[in-house]
């Protein structure tokens, strides 16, 4: 076999490799910006941050950011949660190594308080008193969603499109 033919079979192989899972009908493909939530959990060290914490006190669905610290000298996976310019705590450091790694390629993280404890004031030790949620956008694709009715009305009022064989065949 020659060079040429071989470089012919490797790109011919790899073509149908990458696009394997594509449907066959690719102008019927869509595609959904769908938001994912990809992480909840306590915030660390607010005991540390005390006085910004109840200075400020979050309620559930407040708007945080979450700032990397590439710097940090325990972590260097640290990220910090921050709310209206105060900081407040960490994301756990054995939970915050895909958080960070994201963060470190662009991809665009939302946070907002999940949970806050009740009775804040009378624990001596700020521990596990707030959690935050991290949200991601993912671009998923459909392809019969679109073409049904089921975003503008109820399920009862769209047309059964699994009973008229338009899905499955």
Known sequence: ???ATFL???GASAGSFLFSG???KIESLRYDLKQVKIYDNYVRGVHFRKQDFLDDLPKVNDTLQLERETDNPYDQFAIKVMRNGKFLGYIAAYENITLAMLMD???QLEASVSAVAENIE???YLDK??????????LVPYTHLETTDLRAKRADDADDVYRK???IK
């Open 105 to 107: 390629q662009g991809v």
């Open 22 to 24: 594509l449907d066959a």
């Open 129 to 138: 008193v707030f959690s935050v949620q991290v949200f991601t956008k993912l």
């Open 122 to 124: 009378d624990k001596k």
């Open 8 to 10: 012919r079979i490797i």
């Open 165 to 167: 064989g338009g899905i």
């Open 1 to 3: 076999m020659d060079r």
